[in-house]
């Protein structure tokens, strides 16, 4: 992984924020768009609801019916890299490979994201809060590598704990933002007022439960998993699945 990041690096795809910590410039969506050639398409927003595997190979059943993608029904390798149960939606219980799927269990996290005129008076850009906190951790997004301070605003990403955000699970986001911001107006004793909110429910956030496998996959139909859900949440594992699942792949082809 550490070689991935310093080729990351030398494309201009990554930069240190601070201490070890790096980010991908200049926005996440970077390092997806540079594997992909001019004439590879990419589809977005197109909810899966079913996967099917004919003669011919893979059939992508999407929820809307009038959603297709080029070459559906002669798809020869197909890969899940998606969270655990949403894998599960998708894959026929008769493949009886990705049974290991189930053993996975998540813990959800609550996202505010902030635009303030006057910055968060923090120790550090980033920080994390210690346990039983309602946070878990607060991080200055405008001071990371190609992101600006655009039009005099700062921009933060907040993190709820795991247990708050399983406590207010079921909130909406209006409820849960207006929650958080009076949680860190408490904090740093001032009152935030932001002139943009935005909040967000990440439901498969962090792996408490891992299925304990480097990836999944059956070379009888050619469907392989790989996740973070396979060994931990840390970028590094989610990278190693599947690099792993890849190498295999290829060796099929050999």
């Not at 910590?21 to 200049?26: E, G, K, L, S």
């Not at 600006?148 to 079921?170: M, P, R, Y």
């Amino acid at each position: 992984f550490s070689a991935l990041v310093d080729s990351l690096m030398a494309q201009g795809l990554s930069a240190p924020w601070f201490n070890d910590r790096h980010v991908v410039t200049p926005r996440m969506s970077a390092i997806g768009h540079s594997l992909l050639d001019d004439e590879e398409p990419l589809y977005l927003n197109r909810r899966v609801s079913r996967l099917h595997h004919k003669n011919d190979g893979w059939v992508i059943e999407f929820e809307d019916p009038e959603h297709n993608i080029l070459g559906n029904g002669k798809i020869k390798n197909l890969v899940l890299a998606v969270p655990a149960p949403q894998a599960i939606d998708m894959i026929p219980d008769e493949y009886t490979t990705f049974k290991k799927l189930t053993d996975v269990e998540y813990a959800p996290c609550w996202t505010l994201m902030l635009a303030v005129k006057t910055p968060l008076q923090l120790d550090n850009m980033y920080v994390e809060f210690s346990d039983g906190h309602a946070l878990r951790s607060i991080s200055t997004n405008s001071s990371k590598p190609g992101r600006k301070i655009i039009d005099g605003l700062h921009t933060f990403v907040v993190h709820a704990s795991s247990t708050w955000s399983i406590a207010n699970l079921e909130c909406d986001t209006e409820t849960v933002g207006s929650k958080l911001l009076d949680i860190i107006s408490d904090e740093l004793s001032l009152r935030v007022s932001p002139t943009y909110m935005a909040t967000h429910l990440w439901r498969f956030a962090e792996v408490t439960r891992a299925a304990g496998v480097p990836f999944l996959w059956d070379s009888k139909i050619s469907l392989g998993a790989c996740g973070d859900w396979c060994h931990g949440s840390r970028v590094e594992l989610a990278f190693a699945s599947g690099d792993a699942l890849a190498d295999k792949i290829i060796l099929s082809y050999n």
